[in-house]
């Protein structure tokens, strides 16, 4: 079922598996950019840097042909376009159009290599496939971006278990649908903007997936009171004093389009079903972000915060003055918007915004995980796995009290590694850190009793029984450490660097 509105001007998606093909056999795909770019040009391309990429396609080979075309926005000559592509069927399907003597794409198609190998093409508007993050650039309203930092972020976070149902909300060019598509029976994919929808319908066509049953409408509306297992949305988060890009800007006041989504969430997710969103929220006077959060979580759902940066107020009105290309227009016209912006502001007594991954899980507890934190430093990417380890770890110590943790047995995760810090030469450490080589890369300092711990934890014994040997080793009373420790067991497992032994 679809329930959008025509896209006119746009190319139908009917003959789609004709023009796959001929970009397949060319080449044009992830990998094949990067063996004839080279990685510097392929790297500058992802920035929307092209100079480097024209001077790699300067050949007349067909993959050169179709990088000119589709990702550098070049006209090239009727006769190369026809040795690349089904030249008849792409302007018939107005894929391409004439221009003269010359042929010129109307869309950005972008190859974009999926998480199993696949060879997958993102479709967008003219320049915004080029790096994605380049933003609108001066174009209009409407306009809709392809691949970039925010869409690869999400959809590198997003838990890939096999699930009924899934909802993309705010779909844009698709991305997310994309990948729902390989693990989800049903995939619905909503958007407020008609011609994001029929870019989707293009992108799913292209990249030979499953279609999708996608809706017009704004939030949850257009899915009235469905319930779904699995909810994306990398939404039109920027906090902007007016709605001038349909991408971006959500039309609600300050942060409350990303409130709304986690608020209504709760409703719309099947029992044991997560939400995963990428949010911007204002840092406001007097009050701690970590609260402001924490206020938005649904009923019953567990949710993990993670706060990724935080830009003061004027780095994100110029960072986003930068995506819609104002800067480069009349000064006057870009000093009267930047001071809206500073003006919003401050009539919102907002002093910075944070920008960050929120997760719910509908786990149904009455006492519910609420982790807010904040998180700054590299992380490996896919994490889907890590963040459903996450919430699993918080089910294992909601049900076990300190008495059920030390009958307990643990395993160091396998991929933490213990590092000794002090001086060279020097009897003994002055610290012993914890150190995650992989997922989040956390590190924590841990006490003798904290190191001998992880240094035994094998899953043969029970946690008090190892805290028996260590305070016999130390000439403590094991009663007291058994007292103090489960608190700090307790940090280590939250964190993922102990793994309960589960019968």
């Known amino acids: 079922m679809s329930t959008t509105s025509p896209a006119p001007g746009l190319p139908s998606p009917d003959r789609s598996p004709r023009l796959r093909e001929a970009l397949l056999a060319a080449d044009f795909t992830a990998d094949g950019l990067l063996d004839l770019l080279g990685a510097p040009a392929y790297a500058a391309l992802a920035r929307s840097e092209t100079v480097p990429a024209l001077r790699a396609t300067r050949g007349d080979g ?5 990088v000119q075309l589709f990702l550098l926005q070049r006209s090239v000559a009727s ?3 026809r040795a690349a592509l089904p030249l008849d069927e792409c302007l018939a399907d107005g894929w ?3 221009d003269g003597e010359d042929v010129r794409a109307t869309v950005d198609v972008r190859p974009y290599g999926g998480p199993e190998g696949q060879d ?4 967008s508007d003219l320049g915004c496939a080029v790096g994605g993050a380049g933003g609108a650039s001066g174009q209009g309203e409407g306009v809709v971006l392809g691949v970039g930092g925010a869409s690869t972020t999400l959809a590198g976070i997003t838990i890939r278990t096999s699930v009924s149902s899934a909802l993309d909300l705010g779909t844009g060019s698709g991305i997310q649908a994309l990948h729902a598509t390989q693990h989800a029976i049903r995939v619905t994919a909503t958007d407020l903007n008609p011609r994001a929808l029929h870019f989707a319908r293009l992108t799913l066509a292209l990249s030979a997936a499953p279609e999708a049953d996608l809706r017009e409408g704004s939030l949850y509306e257009p899915v009235h009171k469905d319930t779904f297992d699995l909810i994306v949305s990398n939404p039109p988060f920027v906090i902007s004093p007016g709605a001038r890009l349909t991408y971006r800007d959500g039309g609600m006041g300050g942060d409350d ?6 608020q209504q969430a709760g409703d719309r997710l099947n029992d044991g079903g997560y939400a995963q969103f990428l949010a911007n929220w204002q840092h406001v006077e007097g009050e701690e972000w970590q609260e402001r959060l924490r206020s938005w979580v649904p009923r019953g759902c567990d949710a993990w915060i993670v706060q990724r940066e935080v830009q003061d107020v004027t780095q994100y009105a110029e960072l986003w003055l930068r995506d819609s290309g ?3 227009g009349d000064p006057a016209q870009y000093a009267a918007r930047y001071e809206a912006w500073l003006d919003e502001f401050e009539a919102r007594k907002t ?3 944070g920008f960050g991954w929120i997760t719910l899980r509908k786990s149904g507890s009455e006492r519910p995980s609420i982790v807010a934190e904040e998180w700054p430093h590299p992380v490996e990417q896919p994490l889907g796995a890590g963040v459903q380890a996450h919430f699993e770890r918080q089910d294992y110590l909601r049900t076990h009290d300190d008495a059920a943790l030390l009958a307990g047995h643990f395993t160091l995760a396998p991929e933490v590694v213990q590092e000794q810090v002090g001086l060279p030469g020097a009897e003994d450490p002055e610290h012993v850190v914890l150190r995650q080589n992989r997922g989040m890369r956390r590190a924590t300092k841990v006490d003798t009793v904290g190191a001998g711990f992880a240094g035994v934890c094998d899953g043969t014994l029970s946690a008090g029984r190892i805290l028996d040997a260590i305070a016999q080793l130390l000439d403590e009373d094991p009663v007291v450490l058994r007292d103090r420790t489960p608190q700090a067991l307790r940090l280590l497992v939250e964190e993922g660097f102990l793994e309960p032994v589960r019968p």
């Open 96 to 98: 391409v159009v004439q």
């Open 326 to 328: 104002d800067h480069r």
């Open 120 to 123: 997958w093409f993102i479709v």
């Open 79 to 81: 006769g190369r376009a």
């Open 351 to 353: 002093k910075a915004v």
């Open 257 to 262: 389009l990303c409130r709304s989504l986690v």
């Open 62 to 66: 067909v993959l050169d042909t179709l």
